[in-house]
């Protein structure tokens, strides 16, 4: 006998309400009821294990289905099901008085991000896209007779007896005229690999099912092969590189967590591919926008977390202030860095063969986070122009005795692009320095971390000054010009160069250098540097003309020449032919300057 009631609520019509608020993420529908049938199927699954169930179980299996010409959405299982008191307790009094919750805290925000799950809202969503739901459930207890229910978004429903065979719940949505975009085959089966590709129980769409319920990160990592982990991550990322190696996240204390971290090739032109991280509650998809949850530092990293501790639908706010959140944030840091120090420890080699491909998180990891960076300093590499790798430790001794200047500091020499900077690193060379390559996007940012936690080091770039500067050692050279003759010969490049931004010096530099150098200075080209990568607060630096430094070696031979050239006209041409290769090698010759250049060398031969 079909049964007429009303649902006892502060507010007449909720259904409108609910869909204002959650309209932003409407397809979220079909996850949450979808996640109700596998939940339904897990129960009955138990309830056999534990001997309350004593009946064929059969293949446990949702299915999903519509009808464009009826405008209908099915969602059906054969899990536990429910008999008509069931529905009257778990669906207008237990879903409604969270809803009614709902509504009291959410009706005067403009907020739409409110946290469906807690409010017992799953089912409720169905209104989002429907005008009428209807349930048809038969349930797993002897005797049991089948029942339905439906409501048209009203307070309103009716409640009644149904024929219904065989065990479990159907959901009948009818599609109203706004959603019907959700009556397409395409539109559907891609929701359904976004939020349910990894459901435990079997999701069957247009007669194949269309999920993985048995996911690598929820097996024991003993049980798995390297040739298992790469064959998830292709069904992951398909057409994507083998990842470098991966992390197997497993942990029930003090918070529940699984998951596999995938490290992938990330090369010098830092490839920042955010949303590649997943979040899963119990194998049902949340979010790929885990910043929150997953250092940020790491974000570069792929990969699946699964945690039960977090629920299905979660605001931003939730997220950053959750006590859970942060301790897993905590733990995903020190497996990756126990991880990474355990690859160093263990194959040396091997780590090294990687780190132009990981040195990129390790050094982002040590400007971003504290604890990181503590761990990671013993095994952060630099490599140098010979291509051998160090520790810093290891590095720190290297240089000691060689690059310490007159006031104690160990000077680390660095080049950004060793093909242009060559003629300096070549200079430093032959005054038996060392000189390590930094040229990734975010090193200027890496040399001022280590410089504020590294006592007594400065890092500067082989071309910054003239070598004999770079390492101040408190001796002096002397120039073979007198200074009368070095203020002429500074006029003369002045005069020449005719340009603000090209400061002239006159030093007294090793006869083996150049005639001429052009340079920059470091703590200018540093922080411009970081205001092209994102350097809070240096974005004037990235707005102010580059000014360069012109040092006229006053020991030169044809320095010397110059100087003594009586006829100005000649002064001049020579100096103009220096400096433009001094430009030229710093690939500061250009335009009509960079043809005159080529057309005046040409016509000497």
Known sequence: MKETGNISIHTENIFPIIKKFLYSDHEIFLRELVSNAVDASQKIKRLSSIGEFNGELGELKVKVSFDKDKKTITISDNGIGM???????????????????????????????????????????????????????????????????????????????????????????????????FLEEFKLKSILEKYGKFLPIEIEFGDKVINNPNPIWTKSPSDLTDEDYLKFYEELYPFQEKP???????????????????????????????????????????????????????????????????????????????????????????????????????????????????????KYGMISDEKFLEKAKDFCLVQDTNNKYFTLDEYSEEVQAAQTDKDGNKIYLYTTDVEQQDAFIQSAQNKGYSVIKLDTLIDSHFINTMESKLEKTQWKRVDADAVDKLIDTGITLEAILSDAQKE???????????????????????????????????????????????????????????????????????????????????????AKQISDLALLSQNLLTGADLTAFIKRTVSGF
């Open 83 to 181: 008999t008509a008191e069931e529905i009257k307790k778990y669906i207008n009094q237990i879903a409604f008085s969270g809803a009614t919750e709902f509504v009291e805290k959410y009706k005067d925000q403009g907020d739409d991000k409110g946290i469906i799950g807690h409010f017992g809202l799953g089912f409720y969503s169905a209104f989002m896209v429907a005008k009428e739901v209807e349930i048809i459930s038969k349930s797993y207890q002897e005797g049991s007779e089948a029942a339905t229910w439906k409501c048209d978004g009203s307070t309103e429903y009716t409640i009644g007896p149904a024929k219904k065979k065989n065990r479990g719940t159907d959901i009948i949505l009818h599609i109203a005229e706004d959603s019907e975009e």
């Open 244 to 362: 470098l190696f991966w992390i197997h996240l497993n942990v029930d204390y003090p918070f529940n967590l699984t998951g596999i971290l995938y490290f992938p090739k990330v090369k010098n032109e830092m490839q920042l591919q955010r949303e590649k991280i997943s979040l899963y509650s119990r194998q049902v998809f949340i979010t790929d926008e885990v910043k929150d949850i997953v250092p940020e530092f790491l974000m570069l990293l792929h990969g699946v977390i699964d945690s039960p501790d977090i629920p299905l639908n979660v605001s931003r706010s939730f997220l950053q202030a959750d006590s859970n959140v942060k301790k897993i944030n905590s733990y995903i840091t020190k497996k990756v860095a126990d991880k990474l120090a355990e690859l160093f420890k263990s194959d040396r080699p091997a780590f090294e063969e990687k780190f132009a491909n990981i040195g990129l998180f390790i």
């Open 488 to 574: 002429s010969v500074k006029k003369v490049f002045e005069e020449t160069l005719n340009d603000k931004q090209k400061v002239v010096a006159v030093e007294a530099m090793s006869p083996d250098e150049l005639p001429a150098i052009v340079t920059q200075n470091e703590f200018m080209r540093r922080m411009s540097d970081m205001s092209k990568t994102g350097g809070g607060g240096m974005g004037m630096f990235g707005a102010m003309p580059n000014t360069y430094n012109i040092t006229i070696n006053a020991n030169h031979p044809l320095i010397n020449k110059l100087a003594d050239l009586k006829d100005e006209s000649e002064q001049k041409a020579l």
